[in-house]
């Protein structure tokens, strides 16, 4: 069979991969509030208005002059999507138009690749790579820190990068384009965040490289160097001969906190650190703020909160450049109330707050609160006493060097900031706006275009999901009542397109969410509870029967009743209704096509695809009863009689993942098929509107989407060519074809036909997916999911803890950590106290 298909496919060469008769514009699906974690921002100190934002798992970004962002590394494909993990970015003080980059995602095995350093000569429009000898990693523990690449302000031929794992310090004199390991510096970071799981057992390393500018003069190698050091022991370090030798500063406080940030005062000659007992981004209980003044050698506390009285550590560290002794720092994460941003005067002598209690549980706050750019940020119909607004997560924040007034600092959701920041020091009440327009960051995990409802509904991680009436306006309301924090599966009834399914982790209502209203406003189905595992979901073409697949397998929910097992369908089973006939659902698992014929209540095996392993997903035809696509690792196949038998696809399509159907050029014509395919060797974003025998690519070399095995594709079905993309990382893409649709070919049986008798060994079809390519990518996914960025929805008034299971005994402490995430201590809190579920990743002992 394997032989026939490539046969068949080398036969279509010339007409498969079809010149392409259209061209795309694609554009993002705009949310407008980012949506994910930015863990470091960077202006430029000498060129006025040059500002950089990255992310840990969508790229980086350029400022623009109206308060907009320009995404930089949007080439990245399948061939590097680890390039959209940005684990540090340097802006050159002298040459502004150079950046660079450490790019990679992860320093474990979920990322095969050495990471690289990428440099632009014009600002991140084009770039230039060296791959390093190691992993670089964005998306790992500690991603905050930093920023661990610079560029040397008095020789900008000069680079520093601090590397993860224990590869030490690492130097280029050519502009970044050669690097060798500086052999004098010898402390590599020993600190893990917990030993006791593979991705937060590596060591994150160094954290951050600052040049001391006054040490020198233009020209030559600033001889004073600073460099912070992931570790509990000595952590700052200092070389006075332009890196020959180093030394540990002396006198550096040893409470076995790890530096966050080493910010340079360069008029006051003095050296701004900030401190936390947790690596970040979600942790953090203890910490400090220190100065060191470089002229006498002198550490002082000027921590905002005494160490006695903490209940969170320091991240996010800025100075005005144009005024000497304004500084600010904020909790690395202040779970509750909320986070609070200090901001002094006097070089940390004293401190003003961004809030403050004025006798619980009044709240004297000092912002104007302004999320026009994106109001979905806050559920409208939250009730929380406390709302979280100023955020969590903050590592990067920043002072433009020349406007006092404006500010950015990013979260583990959004970019805020304004252009009145000198009105904290006077009537004290600032405006913080989200600013994140043109970042958009979210991992898409569903997308459908149900006919007659929205131009889109959208399915994400950490932020929900959307109805999206408008393609090019931020949403108001991220999908509510209930609110989840990640949407992992949405479907709609392919008879009566209005109801959706949708399936996400929240706080207390059940996981699974009903709509007659295309999305509009939901209601919580209570044939789950919510501790229903989420996963995907597929609803029957009438809307009576839902059928969900989440970690602890197949569940059917008939007219709203109680969930129950669907023991015929191996779990992990990738799932479809029949979008036409009521009764018809559809399985792939391992290579096998699994049926029902009865709303999902029995699946039996049918088939087996070809020589493939992996069925990574199942489309059924939007009115078609019976007319299912199966993509698979060995190429695309096609099923008319309702998954009874199938016929593989030839023309040189050799690998699928997600597709989808839109509506066809023609009346009566079959729907446009567009998804990522490898089709004669090329790996991209295809469509098809001939079921499959001539194919266009329709990705470019302006626009990869990173991951295919991560992405979600979709045709819409009420516009013709309409494309939808949701990316792991880089948010939802639509494109928009110009130019003659392809002439419409006869299509006739243009594949080879896959074995399609009912397979007799009922045993293989137990196989599950272990492609390794896939589940590599896939791993990538969840890893962002659970380790990105929080719910923006953390509802103080419930009261119980989910997080990871917990075996360890003993009590929290006031204001501890309870539970969340891969929260590993103690679940109990001390007497009066309850543990109070804030988001997955952190509940808190209140
Ligand atoms: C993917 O990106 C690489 C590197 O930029 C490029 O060489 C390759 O052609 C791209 N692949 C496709 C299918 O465009
Ligand atoms: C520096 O590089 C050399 C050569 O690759 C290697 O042997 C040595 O271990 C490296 N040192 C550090 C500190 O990484
Ligand atoms: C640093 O110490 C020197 C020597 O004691 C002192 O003159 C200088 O004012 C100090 N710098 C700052 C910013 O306090
Ligand atoms: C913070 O750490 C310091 C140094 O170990 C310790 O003295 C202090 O009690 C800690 N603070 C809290 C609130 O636990
Ligand atoms: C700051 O301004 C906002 C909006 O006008 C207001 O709600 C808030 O109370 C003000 N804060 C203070 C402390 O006056
Ligand atoms: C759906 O399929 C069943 C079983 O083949 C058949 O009896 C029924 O008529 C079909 N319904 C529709 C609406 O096609």
Same mark, same amino acid.
């Given at each position: 069979m394997l032989?026939?298909?490539?046969?068949?496919?080398?036969?279509?060469?010339?007409?498969?991969?079809?010149a392409?008769?259209q061209?795309?514009?694609?554009?993002?699906?705009v949310?407008?509030?980012g949506?994910?974690?930015?863990?470091?921002?960077? &202006?430029?100190?000498?060129?006025?208005?040059?500002?950089?934002?990255?992310?840990?798992?969508?790229?980086?970004?350029?400022?623009?002059?109206?308060?907009?962002?320009?995404?930089?590394l949007? =080439?990245?494909?399948?061939?590097? =999507?680890?390039?959209?993990?940005?684990?540090?970015?340097a802006?050159?003080?002298?040459?502004?138009?150079r950046?660079?980059?450490?790019v990679?995602?992860?320093?474990?095995?979920?990322?095969?690749?050495?990471?690289?350093?990428?440099?632009?000569?014009?600002?991140g429009?084009? =770039?230039?790579?060296?791959?390093?000898?190691?992993k670089?990693?964005?998306?790992?523990?500690?991603?905050?820190?930093?920023?661990?690449?610079a560029?040397?302000?008095?020789?900008?031929?000069?680079?520093?990068?601090?590397?993860?794992?224990?590869?030490?310090l690492?130097?280029?004199?050519?502009?970044?384009?050669?690097?060798?390991? +500086?052999?004098?510096?010898?402390?590599t970071?020993?600190y893990?965040?917990?030993?006791?799981?593979?991705?937060? %057992?590596?060591?994150?390393?160094?954290?951050w490289?600052? &040049?001391?500018?006054?040490?020198?003069?233009?020209?030559?190698?600033?001889?004073?160097?600073?460099?912070g050091?992931?570790?509990?022991?000595?952590? +700052?370090?200092?070389?006075?001969?332009?890196?020959?030798?180093w030394s540990?500063?002396?006198?550096?406080p040893?409470?076995?906190?790890?530096?966050?940030?080493?910010?340079?005062?360069?008029?006051?000659?003095?050296l701004?650190?900030?401190?936390s007992n947790?690596?970040?981004?979600?942790?953090?209980?203890?910490?400090?703020?220190?100065?060191?003044?470089?002229?006498?050698?002198?550490?002082?506390?000027?921590?905002?909160?005494?160490?006695?009285?903490?209940?969170?550590?320091?991240?996010?560290?800025a100075?005005?450049?144009?005024?000497?002794?304004?500084?600010?720092?904020?909790?690395?994460?202040?779970w509750?109330?909320?986070e609070?941003?200090?901001?002094?005067?006097?070089?940390?002598?004293?401190w003003?707050?961004?809030?403050?209690?004025?006798?619980?549980p009044?709240i004297?706050?000092?912002?104007?609160?302004?999320?026009?750019?994106?109001?979905?940020?806050?559920?409208?119909?939250?009730t929380?006493?406390f709302?979280?607004?100023?955020? =969590?997560?903050?590592?990067?924040l920043?002072?433009?060097?020349f406007?006092?007034?404006?500010?950015?600092?990013?979260?583990?959701?959004?970019?805020?900031?304004?252009?009145d920041?000198l009105?904290?020091?006077?009537?004290?009440?600032?405006?913080?706006?989200?600013?994140?327009?043109?970042i958009?960051?979210?991992?898409?995990?569903?997308?459908?275009?149900?006919?007659?409802?929205?131009?889109?509904?959208? %399915?994400?991680?950490?932020?929900?999901?959307?109805?999206h009436?408008?393609?090019?306006?931020a949403?108001?309301?991220?999908?509510?009542?209930?609110?989840?924090?990640?949407?992992?599966?949405?479907?709609?009834?392919?008879?009566?397109?209005a109801?959706?399914?949708?399936?996400?982790?929240?706080?207390d209502?059940?996981?699974?969410a009903?709509?007659?209203?295309?999305?509009q406003?939901?209601?919580?189905?209570?044939?789950?509870?919510?501790?229903?595992?989420?996963?995907?979901?597929?609803?029957s073409?009438?809307?009576?029967?839902?059928?969900?697949?989440?970690?602890?397998?197949?569940?059917?929910?008939?007219?709203?009743?109680?969930?129950?097992? +669907?023991?015929?369908?191996?779990s992990?089973?990738?799932?479809?209704?029949?979008?036409?006939?009521?009764?018809?659902?559809?399985?792939?698992?391992?290579? %096998?096509?699994?049926?029902?014929?009865?709303?999902?209540?029995?699946?039996?095996?049918?088939?087996?695809?070809?020589?493939?392993?992996?069925v990574?997903?199942?489309?059924?035809?939007p009115?078609?009863?019976?007319?299912i696509?199966?993509?698979?690792?060995?190429?695309?196949?096609?099923?008319t009689?309702?998954?009874?038998?199938?016929?593989?696809?030839?023309?040189?399509?050799?690998?699928?993942?997600?597709?989808?159907f839109?509506?066809?050029?023609?009346?009566?014509?079959?729907?446009?098929?567009?998804?990522?395919?490898?089709?004669?060797?090329?790996? %991209?974003?295809?469509?098809?509107?001939?079921?499959?025998?001539?194919?266009?690519?329709?990705?470019?070399?302006?626009?990869?989407?990173?991951a295919?095995?991560?992405?979600?594709v979709?045709?819409?079905l009420?516009t013709?060519?309409?494309?939808? +993309?949701?990316?792991?990382?880089?948010?939802?893409?639509?494109?928009?074809?110009s130019g003659?649709?392809?002439?419409?070919?006869?299509?006739?049986?243009?594949?080879?036909s896959?074995?399609?008798?009912?397979?007799?060994?009922?045993?293989?079809?137990a196989?599950?997916?272990?492609?390794?390519?896939?589940?590599?990518?896939?791993?990538?996914?969840?890893?962002?999911t659970?380790?990105?960025?929080?719910?923006?929805?953390?509802?103080?008034?419930?009261?119980?803890?989910?997080g990871?299971?917990?075996?360890?005994?003993?009590?929290?402490?006031a204001?501890?950590?309870?539970?969340?995430?891969s929260?590993?201590?103690?679940?109990?809190?001390?007497?009066?106290?309850?543990c109070?579920?804030?988001?997955?990743?952190?509940?808190?002992?209140?």
């Amino acid at each position: 069979m394997l032989w026939t298909a490539a046969l068949i496919a080398s036969s279509f060469v010339e007409s498969a991969l079809a010149a392409a008769s259209q061209t795309y514009t694609w554009k993002n699906v705009v949310t407008g509030g980012g949506g994910g974690f930015t863990p470091g921002i960077v &202006f430029n100190p000498s060129a006025k208005g040059v500002a950089y934002a990255r992310t840990d798992i969508g790229g980086p970004y350029r400022l623009n002059s109206d308060d907009t962002w320009t995404p930089l590394l949007d =080439w990245v494909n399948n061939t590097n =999507w680890h390039d959209w993990g940005i684990d540090a970015i340097a802006t050159d003080p002298v040459d502004t138009d150079r950046v660079y980059l450490a790019v990679g995602m992860y320093t474990i095995d979920w990322d095969p690749n050495d990471g690289s350093i990428l440099r632009s000569t014009d600002q991140g429009d084009t =770039w230039a790579e060296t791959k390093l000898p190691f992993k670089v990693g964005g998306n790992m523990p500690g991603r905050g820190v930093g920023e661990r690449l610079a560029v040397d302000p008095n020789d900008n031929s000069i680079l520093y990068f601090g590397a993860r794992s224990g590869h030490g310090l690492w130097k280029s004199t050519d502009y970044g384009e050669t690097w060798s390991n +500086v052999t004098s510096f010898t402390w590599t970071g020993t600190y893990v965040q917990d030993a006791s799981s593979e991705y937060t %057992a590596d060591p994150v390393g160094i954290a951050w490289v600052t &040049f001391d500018s006054t040490s020198g003069s233009s020209g030559s190698a600033t001889p004073r160097i600073f460099v912070g050091v992931v570790d509990t022991g000595e952590s +700052v370090f200092v070389s006075e001969d332009a890196g020959e030798t180093w030394s540990w500063v002396s006198g550096e406080p040893q409470y076995g906190f790890l530096p966050h940030k080493g910010v340079l005062s360069p008029a006051e000659k003095t050296l701004y650190i900030s401190y936390s007992n947790g690596a970040g981004p979600y942790d953090g209980t203890n910490g400090t703020v220190h100065k060191y003044n470089i002229s006498s050698g002198v550490w002082t506390d000027i921590s905002p909160t005494s160490m006695a009285s903490t209940y969170y550590g320091y991240g996010g560290l800025a100075v005005d450049l144009q005024v000497p002794g304004t500084v600010m720092v904020a909790a690395l994460n202040c779970w509750w109330p909320d986070e609070i941003i200090f901001r002094s005067l006097d070089s940390g002598a004293t401190w003003s707050p961004i809030w403050a209690w004025n006798g619980y549980p009044s709240i004297d706050y000092y912002y104007t609160y302004d999320i026009s750019n994106a109001p979905w940020l806050q559920d409208d119909t939250s009730t929380d006493e406390f709302p979280v607004r100023v955020g =969590w997560m903050v590592e990067a924040l920043a002072i433009d060097p020349f406007d006092s007034n404006h500010w950015l600092y990013g979260t583990g959701e959004t970019i805020y900031g304004g252009h009145d920041l000198l009105k904290w020091d006077t009537s004290h009440n600032v405006t913080l706006s989200s600013l994140a327009v043109g970042i958009e960051e979210m991992a898409v995990l569903g997308l459908i275009t149900p006919p007659g409802g929205p131009a889109l509904l959208s %399915a994400v991680g950490d932020d929900g999901g959307f109805y999206h009436s408008s393609l090019d306006t931020a949403p108001s309301q991220a999908f509510h009542t209930p609110t989840d924090g990640t949407t992992n599966g949405i479907d709609y009834a392919g008879n009566q397109p209005a109801n959706i399914v949708r399936s996400g982790a929240n706080d207390d209502l059940p996981t699974v969410a009903l709509s007659s209203s295309f999305g509009q406003s939901w209601y919580a189905d209570y044939a789950a509870s919510s501790s229903t595992g989420t996963g995907a979901v597929a609803l029957s073409a009438n809307a009576d029967t839902i059928l969900l697949v989440n970690s602890d397998g197949a569940f059917r929910s008939h007219s709203q009743a109680t969930f129950a097992a +669907v023991s015929s369908l191996p779990s992990g089973a990738v799932i479809a209704s029949d979008k036409a006939n009521n009764t018809f659902f559809y399985g792939g698992s391992g290579s %096998a096509i699994y049926v029902s014929s009865d709303t999902a209540t029995t699946f039996s095996k049918t088939t087996t695809l070809g020589s493939s392993t992996t069925v990574h997903a199942i489309r059924a035809h939007p009115s078609v009863a019976g007319d299912i696509w199966a993509s698979t690792d060995t190429g695309l196949f096609h099923s008319t009689d309702f998954g009874a038998s199938f016929t593989q696809i030839g023309s040189g399509c050799t690998e699928g993942w997600s597709f989808g159907f839109g509506k066809a050029s023609t009346t009566g014509g079959y729907p446009v098929i567009s998804g990522f395919f490898t089709v004669e060797g090329v790996t %991209a974003l295809f469509k098809t509107e001939d079921e499959g025998v001539n194919w266009e690519m329709i990705s470019d070399a302006a626009h990869g989407f990173g991951a295919v095995a991560s992405n979600v594709v979709n045709g819409d079905l009420q516009t013709y060519g309409r494309v939808f +993309v949701g990316t792991n990382g880089r948010g939802i893409f639509y494109g928009v074809p110009s130019g003659t649709p392809p002439a419409a070919t006869a299509v006739a049986s243009s594949g080879s036909s896959s074995s399609s008798s009912t397979s007799a060994s009922a045993s293989a079809s137990a196989t599950t997916a272990t492609g390794s390519k896939s589940t590599t990518l896939v791993t990538s996914t969840s890893a962002k999911t659970t380790a990105t960025s929080t719910s923006t929805t953390s509802t103080k008034a419930s009261s119980t803890t989910t997080g990871a299971a917990s075996s360890a005994t003993g009590t929290s402490t006031a204001y501890g950590q309870c539970g969340g995430g891969s929260y590993s201590g103690p679940t109990a809190c001390p007497s009066g106290w309850t543990c109070t579920y804030e988001n997955e990743f952190y509940s808190q002992c209140t």
